[in-house]
């Protein structure tokens, strides 16, 4: 993917847009109880990216913050509710779902949380019960 190539998203109302820029860190699916909450759906298609790549460029106004813990401070449009980003402090990541930048060529390599699926995937990639083990979880990978 060309390190200077740049996708642009928005809320579902438009006022506030963001660009991304580059290659995420990681594309993968998070099936996690926060994250079908959060997305009102039973699995999560997610990018990370540096925080650097990820930049609000209309609407900044109109962003509102939620964090539930210290490790995910999620962000929308206060106008429509629309879904932006995710800043993970953390990881020193910031988590764009795929649907909000339409263009982006998603293209998962796993899923995380898997014990956790309520849409079990039948697509060969791998299914981590929690985290891969450099990311801080267990590593552990569970059959389709």
Same mark, same amino acid.
């Given at each position: ?19 991304? @820029? ?24 997610? @990018? ?37 980003? @995710? ?29 956790? @699926? ?27």
């Amino acid at each position: 993917m060309n390190e200077d190539k740049r996708y642009h998203g928005s809320c579902f109302c438009g006022a506030v847009e963001l660009e991304v @820029t580059g290659a995420p860190e990681v594309m993968a699916y998070c099936h996690c109880d926060s994250c079908r909450h959060w997305s009102a759906s039973p699995v999560s298609a997610f @990018t990370l990216w540096k925080p650097e790549a990820v930049k609000i460029t209309q609407g900044d106004e109109h962003v509102g913050s939620f964090h539930k813990t210290e490790n995910s401070h999620r962000k929308w449009c206060k106008q429509c509710g629309g879904h932006l980003l @995710t800043e993970h402090p953390g990881m020193g990541l910031v988590e764009v779902s795929a649907a909000v930048i339409p263009d982006f060529p998603f293209e998962a390599g796993f899923h995380v949380f898997y014990q956790e @699926t309520r849409l079990p995937m039948k697509d060969g990639l791998p299914k981590f019960k929690d985290l891969p083990a450099e990311a801080g979880g267990s590593g552990e990978q569970m059959p389709e």
